[in-house]
T-cell receptor, first 114, second 113 residues
Framework: DAGVIQSPRHEVTEMGQEVTLRCKPI?????LFWYRQTMMRGLELLIY????????DSGMPEDRFSAKMPNASFSTLKIQPSEPRDSAVYFC????????????FGEGSRLTVL | AQSVTQPDIHITVSEGASLELRCNYS??????LFWYVQSPGQGLQLLLK??????LVQGIKGFEAEFKRSQSSFNLRKPSVHWSDAAEYFC???????????FGAGTTVTVRA
């Protein structure tokens, strides 16, 4: 079975540009999470969707960040405008809502903002 | 405040030797407990979990973990490590009434020949 699929795997962009990261969760999973991983802050939960509805976006750093889940098989995380401090690895994870933390992670999107 | 602590940032172990990674948590009530592993350039993979019942849980890749309520700990062990066990290991907790998974800072394991 296909796991969580993220694209792009690597993105290098200049400050001020828009960045869109994409995620396809595992079929049948009804929960989706976006995490950010940095050396300084470790793994941080940005936003959580349940049945395509954003439940908690308290981890989104600021208004420059937005996330959508238009259907059960696709989600995006957008940064506009991007800044150097946004450089990180962004992970998408999916799960069954009933699984209490048993997340399946994608391989991540490594973002570098120059 | 709720927290997850992994006291060891980096551990080096010889191939074939035993490994123990420490994890302590601070929560109002016993949360759900997890260990995840991250190989270089990869996402995280669930090794094992504790919800209730037997306090010694078995996971994949020969790992086990023991929940000790009195010490608020959930330490991960492997009797004999393989070179492929070199990775970063994360302890994580989730409150029983919530979905949010909080991760520790991680422990990097290096395996020497």
């Amino acid at each position: 079975d296909a796991g969580v699929i993220q694209s792009p795997r690597h993105e290098v962009t200049e400050m001020g540009q828009e960045v869109t990261l994409r995620c396809k969760p595992i079929s049948g999973h009804n929960s989706l999470f976006w995490y950010r991983q940095t050396m300084m802050r470790g793994l941080e939960l940005l936003i959580y969707f349940n049945n395509n509805v954003p439940i908690d976006d308290s981890g989104m750093p600021e208004d420059r960040f937005s996330a959508k889940m238009p259907n059960a098989s696709f989600s995006t995380l957008k940064i506009q405008p991007s800044e150097p401090r946004d450089s990180a690895v962004y992970f998408c994870a999916s799960s069954l809502a009933s699984s209490h933390g048993e997340l399946f992670f994608g391989e991540g999107s490594r973002l570098t903002v120059l | 405040a709720q927290s997850v602590t992994q006291p060891d940032i980096h551990i080096t172990v010889s191939e074939g030797a035993s490994l123990e990674l420490r994890c302590n948590y601070s929560y109002g009530a016993t949360p759900y407990l997890f260990w995840y592993v991250q190989s270089p350039g990869q996402g995280l993979q669930l090794l094992l979990k504790y919800f209730s019942g037997d306090t010694l849980v078995q996971g994949i890749k020969g790992f086990e973990a023991e929940f000790k309520r009195s010490q608020s700990s959930f330490n991960l062990r492997k009797p004999s490590v393989h070179w492929s066990d070199a990775a970063e290991y994360f302890c994580a907790v989730a409150p029983r009434n919530d979905y949010k998974l909080s991760f520790g800072a991680g422990t990097t394991v290096t395996v020497r020949a």
